[in-house]
């Protein structure tokens, strides 16, 4: 297997983060959800304003896998007032962990999520935390296996549709 670089993104990767966010978010959802619902969250929720927001953001990161220069999968993770719910300085939210479908079973997921750990120690946050959508029982899974336990739920819109994410957490401490 070729070696896997994890690798900051900065702004002057948006088109990539663009293209890797879409497809990604795309392969995962597209079989469950509408066209419409698909179309209107991947404009908004991938616009270049917004990953600019984002990227700009001092207390968001984005991180992408890559193998030979190849954009594969990547990561975001929220500090403070950035995280999308729950708003401890105590804690860093895990919020995307994307992998391309080609790629999934070769442990790319597991090296983001690593990345995520490490970045959380380094901060001194006292738990991770982050949202996946109940019918996602692959990444629960995922979640389960690496010591994650659910606290809670909330709504995610995807477009008009209301869905259900499970929140998970792991203490550190």
């Known amino acids: ?8 993104v900065t702004t002057e990767h948006i088109n990539e983060l663009q293209n890797i966010g879409k497809l990604t978010f795309t ?3 597209a079989s469950e959800n509408s066209g419409e619902n698909m179309k209107s969250y991947l404009e908004e929720g991938f616009s270049l304003k917004k990953l600019k927001e984002e990227l700009m953001d001092e207390n968001a ?3 992408f896998a890559e193998i030979n220069q190849e954009v594969i999968g990547y990561l975001k993770v929220n500090i403070g007032q950035s995280q999308t719910e729950i708003k401890d300085h105590n ?3 895990i919020e995307r962990i994307y992998v391309l479908k080609k790629f999934h079973g070769k ?4 090296l983001l999520y690593d990345k995520a750990i490490e970045l959380a120690k380094e901060k001194n946050v006292d738990y ?5 959508w109940e019918k996602n029982l692959r990444a629960i899974r995922f979640y ?3 010591g994650f336990e659910i606290f809670d739920k909330h709504i995610f819109q995807l477009g008009n549709d ?3 994410d499970i929140l998970m957490r792991l203490a550190l401490n």
């Open 91 to 93: 804690s860093l939210e």
């Open 61 to 63: 990161e984005f991180y």
């Open 144 to 146: 389960e296996k690496n």
């Open 1 to 8: 297997m070729q070696t896997i670089i994890i690798r900051k």
């Open 162 to 164: 209301a869905q259900t």
């Open 128 to 132: 991770v935390w982050l949202g996946v």
């Open 27 to 29: 392969e995962t959802f």
């Open 107 to 110: 442990k790319i997921g597991q």
